[in-house]
């Protein structure tokens, strides 16, 4: 892909590469347009977390990395982590504990978004879409794991972000609650027209995706 | 600003230490231009090494280090290999937590109320199982041999190393080894020791020298209780500070230096010691031996932790009661009647007093916390973990005895013309109370899932957002709690006070000091309890606070 003019939508990966004490971990270039899935899946410890880390900018300093991220014509590297927009979620839902519902989503509304009426009809209206109207004043730890599953996706998508980066997003629900996330993480990315790059061990959310899937870590 | 932290945080830690240890070198060696010498001689040795009783004064206090850290150590690795994982463990852990807020001096005072001829159990000797109605002629407090000092440092060395000991087992992975062990067909005492000793014991080690050099060159507990004819020579060396002779600060320099080099030795010979021990340990771990007298251990686990708990309890209620005391005459174990004049004639000055223990202690105690926090961002932000040898620059003024250093600074402060003041003081206490601020907020914050930050990031907050709006709440409690054991710290701290701000800003400690040499006992016992009080009031806040502002957050209510 090196020299061909970089897409000015999607998500672009250039010649990446993420190693960990000289051994590489995974080499990667593709491209995720916009409303697209792309997998990587890999067992576990093969390091495909660390390629969402690299696009998000959070990469531990134990690694050594390289290549090129581009987003929407942007390039990312160099850039901290709250400039390059790029939407995060783990398997965790990682709701500020501090925080009630609604204060999770309003710490996620850009600050262009002026006035407290305003910004609390997004949030409310954010909770409407995730089918949790009324939710806004409750403590996150009083949520179900499929209701505070479904705050954290409308957190990460309230910050507006241009790419949705997964790390086994769906690996701690059960069977049933778990299509049903699956399915509406993947509606909201393509209502939102956001490349989606998924890491899983799961063949079931690779399929699910409806994507390409690309294998690392996987004995030659 | 986050940046210049580790920096600062190091310059208010080496440089109070390093210059203070100048000033007393150069005094030591005849150099203090202010007093008119300038000229490099070894007149101030000869001196020292020519006071009477000298040999007697380093012979005890090396015994009363060596002694303390031993037994306490002992009996909190008695105490853990015991009751690891039982409910007494869990017991010993509630009761002997608070105690860890006691300041040094309230204890010292409250032993003597409990073991002094005239005291607690001796009284209830006479008054209820038919002793003698005098007190008994003897010399138990201040005694020669520094019994009642030992003593008095084994009461809070306890319960400060169990604690340490308590943080540390976690990540010896304390809990599989022992069901390995166990299943394997050793005993629970012989399991802990074999298996669980040797892999805590590295990372409680620097407390343990602490505790260590704390016994060996100890001012204020030594003055409560320690020996008086000779007294250990760190007593000696203030008693010459304090002699309007100026001539004699020569001596007591020297001194200071005498007690630096004795703690190195002592340092030396402990690291001896764990060689020696470690050796012979290994051939008896390979020996294969299953069990290691469980009962007799449990035993005198529970006797020696139950007498400790006693002999607090009684200490507290000896201090309460004095402090209420009207007529309490020999030897009723109760006094006759009670009354709130002991309170009300000292209530103007215990006021001024403790205002001047806050203002230093919340000033120390938040510039302290201010610094830590910016040490642990900025090692979030650089990705820069600390090392070893960090831990140990961390633990120096913890190790240095504070006479050796603390002698030298208000030598500086003064050289430069400078007054003694709240500045001073809170400058040199940073000193004490930085060192466990940081290592009581470091593990928590580094424990703190750094997902969140990422995630915070990945929403758009800029770093200072992420640390105001979602670390430091998260870590409210943690915050409080260090802040909590800070102001514990700076109200327990003797020297750092006495010498630097001497008669100007007296506190509670210090009065509590200068009262237990002959003073009234009543209102030392107002002070004692002050001293327990306040600290106490900081861990109760940093308790309660956070059950308040998350009433509504089950996950961050409790601790």
Known sequence: MTGAPVPDSGLTLEGVRVALQGRTLLALSDHVGPSEVLTVMGPSGSGKSSLLAYVAGTLAPAFTASGAVWLNGRRLNGLPTERRRTGLLFQDDLLFPHLSVGGNLGFALPPTLRGRAARRAAVSRALDQAGLGGFADRDPATLSGGQRARVAEMRTLLAEPEALLLDEPFGKLDQTLRADFRRFVFDHARANRLPVLLVTHDAADAEASGGRVVRIGDTP | ?559
């Not at chain 2, 400058?427 to 907020?441: G, R």
């Not at chain 2, 016992?525 to 861990?539: D, E, W």
Request: with cysteine.
């Open chain 2, 1 to 559: 600003m986050i940046r210049a932290a580790p920096i600062l945080t190091l310059a208010l830690l080496l440089g109070p230490t390093l210059a203070g240890l100048a000033g007393t070198v150069l005094p030591a060696f005849g150099y203090m231009p202010v007093l008119g010498r300038a000229e490099v001689s070894l007149l101030a040795w000869r001196e020292l090494l020519a006071t009477p009783g000298l040999g007697r004064s380093i012979g005890v206090g090396v015994l009363v280090g060596f002694v303390t850290t031993l037994v306490s150590l002992a009996l909190v690795v008695l105490i853990a290999a015991t009751a690891h994982g039982t409910r007494a463990f869990a017991f010993a852990r509630r009761s002997l937590s608070p105690l860890l807020s006691v300041p040094h001096v309230a204890m010292a005072v409250g032993l003597a109320f409990v073991v002094a001829p005239s005291g607690l159990l001796f009284r209830i000797w006479g008054g209820y199982l038919g002793g003698p109605a005098r007190p008994p002629d003897l010399l138990i407090v201040n005694d020669p041999w520094g019994v009642a000092l030992m003593a008095g440092l084994v009461l809070k060395e306890v319960p400060f190393l169990f604690l340490i000991l308590l943080a540390a087992l976690p990540q010896a992975d304390a809990e599989r080894g022992l069901v390995v062990a166990r299943t394997l067909g050793y005993g629970r005492v012989a399991a802990w020791l074999k298996v669980v000793l040797p892999r805590v014991y590295p990372q409680i080690r620097l407390p343990v020298l602490a505790v260590l050099a704390y016994g060996l060159s100890v001012v204020d507990v030594a003055l409560v209780l320690g020996p008086t004819t000779p007294p250990t020579l760190p007593v000696q060396i203030l008693r010459w500070l304090g002699d309007p002779d100026l001539a004699l600060r020569f001596r007591a320099s020297a001194g200071a230096l005498l007690q630096l080099a004795l703690v190195v030795c002592g340092i030396g010979l402990w690291w001896l010691g764990e060689r020696a021990t470690a050796r012979l340990a290994r051939g008896w771990i390979d020996g294969g031996g299953r069990r290691a007298c469980d009962r007799t251990a449990a035993g005198i686990a529970s006797i020696a932790g139950g007498a400790l708990l006693l002999v607090v309890a009684l200490a507290f209620a000896a201090i309460l009661l004095w402090s209420f005391a009207a007529e309490w005459r020999y030897p009723d174990p109760l006094p006759a009647s009670f009354t709130l004049a002991n309170w009300a004639t000292e209530g103007r000055r215990a006021g001024a007093l403790v205002g001047n223990s806050l203002s230093i202690a919340v000033l120390a105690s938040l510039v302290a916390l201010a610094l830590v926090v910016g040490c642990l961002e900025n090692e979030d932000r650089h990705g820069r973990r600390r090392v070893g040898a960090a831990l140990w620059l961390l633990y120096l003024p913890l190790l240095v005895p504070q006479i050796a250093f603390l002698l030298g600074v208000p030598v500086l402060l003064i050289v430069p013309g400078r007054d003694e003041t709240l500045f001073a003081a809170v400058l040199v206490q940073l000193v004490f109370v930085l060192p466990y601020v940081f290592l009581s907020l470091a593990d928590p914050w580094r424990a703190t899932d750094p997902r969140y930050r990422e995630v915070a990031s990945a929403l758009g907050a800029s770093p200072t957002r992420t640390l105001w709006a979602v670390k430091l709440p998260m870590l409210l409690r943690a915050l409080l709690t260090a802040l909590a054991i800070g102001l514990a710290i700076s109200f327990g701290q003797f020297l750092a006070t006495a010498l630097v701000a001497g008669a100007r800003l007296p506190t509670i400690t210090t009065e509590a000091v200068a009262l237990a040499s002959g003073g009234d006992r009543r209102t030392l016992a107002v002070y004692a309890v002050l001293q327990t009080l306040l600290p106490l009031a900081g861990f109760t806040l940093a308790l309660l606070i956070p059950g308040i502002v998350f009433r509504n957050r089950r996950a961050l209510r409790t601790p």
